[in-house]
């Protein structure tokens, strides 16, 4: 013991000449460091978030409270699940506009099957395929028929919206829920749609980065011809991943209804689907392809979730909230942009 | 002078004898593909032998990248045959063509500039474990291509740099590795050097010339004749979507191509490409 003790700090001098290690050593650890912090995209928004959160916990201490932390884990939910979604669209160097109303319509869905005797979780699976259905020809459309995808989703969002207000006439409706097990676990405890949305956000950027699909979508995204040359079919990939957003948005959307217990015909998809694509904007995707961070998403998803709430706990109009996500929104895009060419400089 | 009418007197020696007694490995009869009013290819007729060297010349626009995307399943013909060891084929995709063990480099690399370089040797051949799900293994592949690269003395630096950040001529090694580290018969090389150094160059066509030992076939696109002189035992010319000049590289010489291309760069500028539209 007093021995190896002693040894350490003369060992240590011998070993380590002070000049050699002090230049290699000390100095390039925090360069590194500050290289991969600039490197990746998501500590930026970790960051920014973080100093938004402290903000408000020093302004109020209601923002401390487990209610408020439900609150916006709720808010965010569906943002970090439509959002990660989009991350792969983006990825392709496409967008799905109507993932929102996806999200809304995907619940009537569920209600009409179930209002006309279908068992609740048939109703449910069956609002699922219907989801995967609009993915489908999200993707049909824009890979088959070569209509820009900004254009198709457009055209689907008002399609649904359209068919939500006419089935609907324009009632608002009750979703059945219950407070049994089941109904916790999909949507009603407190919760319940954020762990939802981790895990799919999670299962997302397993596909993304850990399989041989991501690399394909990656791939289509940042090079079409070259993927397309090199046998991958980009088409399918394209394809899969409209149906992958319309699901993971659609079962969001459920989760959310039974949370809520009733659905509003006039809620329209674009306000929400707006959003996670901002959330994966700040959190660091670029909409050129090729490039997309699942992970900066969420936390771009969290930022919008803390920025809401704690304007609404400060008292702040809601109205400041879409002026200060519009200035977050030019800003974050400002630091991206000079981010990259510091990037590629130093890679160079 | 010599023979500017080259595309009567030199066809194919084994071109009559059909399918059934034949020599070549690859073969395409009268391939024909046009894209909307441009007919890029308007008949090609080629063979490829067992072990050869092919080089295919002719000024750009003239259908030679065409035609090697139709040899290697990228593009389907419009009419025409293949014939792979002397049985009729019909590619249906780049996989279909791979299985019959062509491979291709493309004139533009076919490499995503946002994946590592070792993911782009393995673009859609991805090594993965547990199954049909697809997980990769980034390690075996890594290792792999790591191998492979200082295998044949390509140097690249870090096997996980994106190959954004690469030059042109190492995009180009990759590319050239990619394909050839795949003991495919046949390969195909659109352009392999237009983008590399000195060494780099010396390199590649050492790289073809140990392949072409080893028994592979390959055809060779390329602008410059020295590279092709080098590399090739015959030469093709491709103008207007045909093949009008077929000799081996010792029966023929620079100054021959050379007079065969100008005569027919004067023949355009005299003809006003009149006949390229109305194709």
Not at chain 1, 259 to 287: C, E, H, K, W
């Amino acid at each position: 013991m007093d021995q190896a003790a002693v040894s350490t700090p003369e060992g240590r001098s011998p070993k380590a000449p002070v000049l050699p290690l002090d230049r290699a050593g000390r100095e390039s650890a925090p360069l590194s460091l500050l290289k991969t912090a600039i490197q990746r995209r998501e500590v930026t928004v970790v960051v920014v978030t973080v100093g938004v959160v402290l903000y408000f916990a020093f302004r109020t201490g209601a923002f401390y409270s487990v209610a408020n932390i439900i609150v916006i884990a709720q808010y965010t939910a569906p943002i970090v699940v439509i959002g990660a979604g989009e991350v792969l669209l983006l990825v392709l160097a496409e967008i799905d506009l109507s993932a929102g109303q996806t999200y809304l319509t995907a619940p009537w869905f569920a209600y009409w099957f179930w209002s006309a005797g279908i068992p609740v979780g048939i109703a449910i699976l069956i609002a699922l395929a219907l989801s995967l259905l609009i993915g489908f020809v999200n993707g049909f459309f824009t890979v088959r028929l070569g209509v820009p995808s900004l254009i198709v989703t457009l055209g689907t969002l008002y399609t649904l919206f359209g068919l939500v207000l006419v089935k609907s006439n324009y009632q608002q409706v009750d979703m059945p829920g219950g407070t049994g097990t089941a109904g916790k676990i999909f949507g009603i405890g407190a919760w319940s749609t954020i762990l939802w949305a981790l895990l799919i956000m999670a299962i997302i950027w397993v596909l993304l980065k850990k399989t041989r699909f991501g690399v394909h979508t990656t791939a289509a995204g940042g090079n079409l011809l070259g993927a397309a040359e090199a046998g991958i079919p980009v088409g399918r990939v394209k394809i899969w991943c409209f149906m992958i957003i319309a699901l993971v948005s659609g079962y969001a959307g459920i989760l959310d209804a039974v949370r809520i217990g009733s659905m509003n015909p006039g809620n329209t998809g674009l306000d929400i689907v707006l959003a996670p694509i901002v959330a994966a904007v700040i959190g660091g995707t670029a909409l050129t392809g090729g490039r997309g961070t699942v992970l900066g998403t969420v936390i771009g998803a969290f930022f919008l979730g803390v920025l809401e709430d704690g304007f609404n706990i400060i008292g702040v109009n809601a109205q400041w909230f879409y002026f200060a996500e519009g200035v977050v929104i030019l800003v974050a895009m400002a630091i991206n942009v000079q981010l990259s060419r510091a990037t590629a400089r130093m890679k160079r | 002078m010599t023979a500017p009418q080259a595309p009567g007197g030199a066809v194919p020696a084994g071109g009559q004898g059909g399918p059934e007694a034949d020599t070549a490995i690859l073969r395409a009869v009268g391939i024909t593909k046009r894209f909307g009013a441009v007919a890029a290819l308007r008949g090609i007729d080629m063979h490829l032998n067992r072990g050869e060297v092919l080089g295919l010349v002719g000024d750009n626009g003239t259908g030679k990248s065409t035609f090697v995307k139709v040899l290697c399943g990228f593009h389907r013909p419009d009419s025409g045959q293949l014939y792979l060891d002397g049985k009729q084929v019909n590619f249906h995709s780049v996989q279909d063509a791979r299985a019959h063990g062509i491979e291709a480099v493309y004139q533009d690399l076919a490499l995503v500039p946002q994946l590592p370089v070792y993911q782009n040797m393995f673009l859609n051949r991805e090594e993965t474990r547990l199954g049909r799900l697809g997980f990769l293994s980034n390690r075996k592949m890594r290792k792999l291509a790591k191998d492979y690269l200082s295998n044949i003395k390509v140097d690249i630096p870090d096997i996980d740099a994106e190959v954004e950040m690469l030059s042109g001529g190492q995009r180009q090694a990759i590319a050239v590795a990619r394909a050839t580290r795949q003991n495919a018969k046949i390969l195909l090389l659109d352009e392999p050097l237009a983008a590399m150094g000195a060494r780099e160059s010396a390199l590649i066509i050492d790289l073809v010339r140990d392949l072409s030992q080893r028994g592979v076939s390959m055809i060779v696109i390329d602008h410059n004749y020295t590279h092709l002189f080098e590399l090739c035992d015959r030469l093709n010319i491709i103008q207007r979507g045909r093949v009008v000049f077929d000799k081996l590289v010792s029966t023929t010489s620079v100054e021959e191509l050379t007079e065969l291309m100008v005569s027919e760069y004067k023949r355009q500028l005299l003809a006003g490409h009149s006949d390229l539209e109305s194709a």
